[in-house]
């Protein structure tokens, strides 16, 4: 592996070769949805102006009709990362702790722990790999002021049952703790309950449309919470004059006619999943631990093999083209364990990832253990 070997620079620098399953993005959304909708605003000149503030009136009523969430409007931000941010800089403080899980989203522990606050919860790599409300409740404790929960959770693809997501809705309401209800994924999970009916006065459902409606780099997510809260963590907004107005404009677009075509890209999806895991699964020493996965991503756990995940993706990006990621990116305690693999991708980008990693896996091995 090369010590100053940057997988993204190289990965953006290589875009038009490269097969992007590194970051969970959705490619396989038909371009038309959104393409008439952006030429329209790029020849009307719209990114001349300021959008309205509040966001597209329009817009607004789709994503509150596609959550479901009566009485908890919509606020945009750009992405669900900056909600995340917001959330967290609103409501948390030096001392306070924070029930997450190890392996996560860690951005949002890196938010977390930017407050003066600190993250406190289970080591989840073991079945049924995810939160439950019995492991939340062991680590509440007077400092804690929330729980984050999400819905499916990447890295792992794993899905959370209603039973389960009502227990820990229940424990935060019950001990007057705020829940961050993550559920940038849930399109792709069979069954997917929402927090926020079991806990209206204390979740803050965070959403995004950059993997459902395939729109990561116009960078468009928010939140949704019953108004109190809501007020208080707009007070940390910045973008006072409105989010990106192509955004707004593809979202939209994205949302009328996702009844259309969402189905479609889910099928897909699962299809994908299945074959990853099942190529991940060929090469000794390979597991795929969180089977089927519930998400648009799974894990192979590389442990057995005595390659580095930082190994791994180098190969499979120099030498053929595909681009993973590394699990140290995703949890402090088993990153080194493995590689994380996206899938809303064409299939035929599977199959060249089919091809690639038993290859990729090959090599490495047959290399002396310094390069390990």
């Known amino acids: 592996m090369s010590p100053a070997f940057d997988a993204f620079r190289y990965a953006h620098a290589h875009r038009r070769e ?3 399953l590194s970051q969970n993005t959705n490619h396989l959304v038909p371009p038309e949805v959104v393409r008439g909708a952006l030429e329209e605003a ?4 719209r990114y001349e ?3 309205l503030g509040t966001g597209d009136p329009e817009l607004l009523e789709r994503i509150e009709a596609d959550l479901g969430l009566e009485g908890m409007p919509p606020f945009l931000t750009a992405g669900g990362t900056e909600a995340l941010y917001m959330t967290t800089r609103a409501l948390l403080g030096p001392g306070d702790e924070v029930v997450a899980s190890d392996p996560s989203y ?5 938010f977390i722990e930017l407050t003066g606050a600190k993250v406190v919860g289970p080591d989840i790599y ?3 790999f995810r939160l439950t409300a019995d492991a939340v409740a062991a680590h509440l404790s007077p400092r804690t002021k929330m729980i984050l929960l999400i819905d499916p959770l990447n890295p792992l693809g794993s899905g959370y049952p209603r039973e389960e997501v009502r227990a820990i809705a229940e424990l935060a309401h019950d001990h007057h703790l705020t829940l961050i209800n993550d559920v940038t994924y849930r399109d792709f999970s069979e069954g997917h309950s929402l927090a926020a009916p079991f806990a209206p006065e204390e979740t803050v459902t965070v959403w995004s449309v950059s993997k459902n409606c ?5 960078r468009l997510g928010g939140f949704s919470a019953r108004p109190p809260l809501a007020k208080t963590i707009a007070r940390f907004n910045t973008n006072d004059l409105g989010v990106n107005i192509l955004a707004q404009v593809a979202a939209r677009a994205a949302l009328r006619s996702k009844p259309e075509w969402i189905d479609a890209v889910v099928r897909t999806t699962r299809a994908n999943g299945q074959r990853v895991q099942e190529v991940g699964r060929s090469v000794p020493g390979v597991t795929a631990p969180v089977s089927p996965s519930r998400a648009n991503m799974t894990i192979l756990d590389i442990a057995a093999t005595g390659l580095t995940p930082e190994a791994v993706q180098e190969e499979l990006l120099r030498q053929h083209g595909v681009f993973v990621r590394a699990g140290s990116y995703l949890s ?4 080194g364990r493995f590689v994380r693999v996206s899938f809303s991708n064409p299939p035929e980008q599977i199959a060249r990832f089919a091809e690639a990693f038993p290859a990729a896996m090959r090599a490495l091995a047959a290399r ?3 390069a390990h």
């Open 18 to 20: 490269v097969v992007w």
């Open 42 to 45: 790029i020849a009307e000149r």
């Open 49 to 51: 102006g300021y959008p």
């Open 106 to 110: 860690l951005i949002i522990h890196k």
């Open 126 to 128: 073991r079945p049924p």
């Open 214 to 218: 395939g729109l990561a780099g116009l």
């Open 332 to 335: 402090p305690a088993h990153g």
């Open 368 to 370: 002396p253990a310094v």
